[in-house]
């Protein structure tokens, strides 16, 4: 009863931050979106003849203006390639854990049988490790292909496994099933990197978009201070 609490109160606490989570990640969403389309008003307002006259008096060129369209047209290409990332990421990291886990059962049933037909073969049973925990995954994965590849190389282990149907195929095709696993961490790891390189790319985008637009915003305060329409029109709160 004590083990099956503590289990229940593990998934609990699982599905609770994976709750979290998913509305933190809804919220960035949100609040990046909110950005953009902040940022896309000022910009946009900006072709307006009285606003870009006005902001002409401080310096603002029409290669100024074109500068911030630029920002927002490359802010948005990297919010696009970190979702494309992002993305492929999760499903790197789906792919890695389904086979790795399909994998780790397998694992552990080839181990019990080991333990229970090699047990009173001294010589054998010592090649059988005790059952691993996944992580971490390179002494997980170091280990497994060890326990394989032993059994592969020691006819005496095979001539008796192979009386409970466990046989030199199956031995290669977990070889195989590992350096497959391998691959796939080997990719995940790949997407990891150049998603989490996307959302530093994105991050700073953005940032350089709002420098930007918050600039505009406040030299519009100056210039268009008394005419509160000018400066809703850019999307500025105007306080009554």
């Known amino acids: 009863m004590l083990l099956l609490s503590i289990i229940v109160f ?4 699982v599905e609770e931050l ?17 950005v953009i389309e902040s940022c896309e008003h000022v910009i946009t307002s900006t072709d307006d003849p009285e606003i870009r006259t006005g902001l002409a008096k401080y310096g603002y060129t029409n290669e100024r203006f074109d500068e911030g369209k630029a920002l927002l047209k490359s802010a948005k290409r990297f919010i696009h390639k970190q979702g494309v990332e992002r993305s492929e990421m ?3 990291n789906e792919n890695f854990f389904a086979k790795r886990d399909e994998f780790n059962q397998l ?3 080839d181990i019990r049988l080991c333990r229970v037909v090699l047990t009173n073969s001294p010589d054998l049973i010592k090649i059988v490790p005790n059952l691993q925990p ?3 995954y390179a002494k ?5 292909l060890t326990f394989y590849g032993n059994l592969n190389e020691l006819p005496s282990a095979l001539e008796i496994l192979q009386k409970f149907n466990f046989t030199l195929d199956i ?11 391998n691959e796939l961490f080997l990719l995940r790891s790949k997407e990891k990197g150049e998603s989490e390189m996307a959302t530093q790319e994105r991050n700073e985008a953005i940032d350089k978009l709002l420098d930007y637009c918050n600039e505009v915003r406040g030299i519009a305060k100056i ?7 000018i400066l809703e029109k850019m999307g500025i709160l105007v306080r009554s």
Request: net charge positive.
């Open 223 to 229: 210039v268009f201070g008394r005419k509160s329409q």
């Open 90 to 92: 999760y499903v790197a």
């Open 10 to 13: 593990i998934f609990n606490i």
């Open 171 to 181: 031995i290669k095709s977990r070889i195989s099933d590992l350096n497959l696993i």
């Open 18 to 34: 994976n709750s979290v989570l998913t509305h933190k990640t809804s919220f960035m969403k949100k609040k990046q979106k909110d």
């Open 134 to 136: 996944m992580y971490p």
């Open 107 to 109: 694992y552990t049933d």
């Open 140 to 144: 997980w994965q170091k280990n497994a």
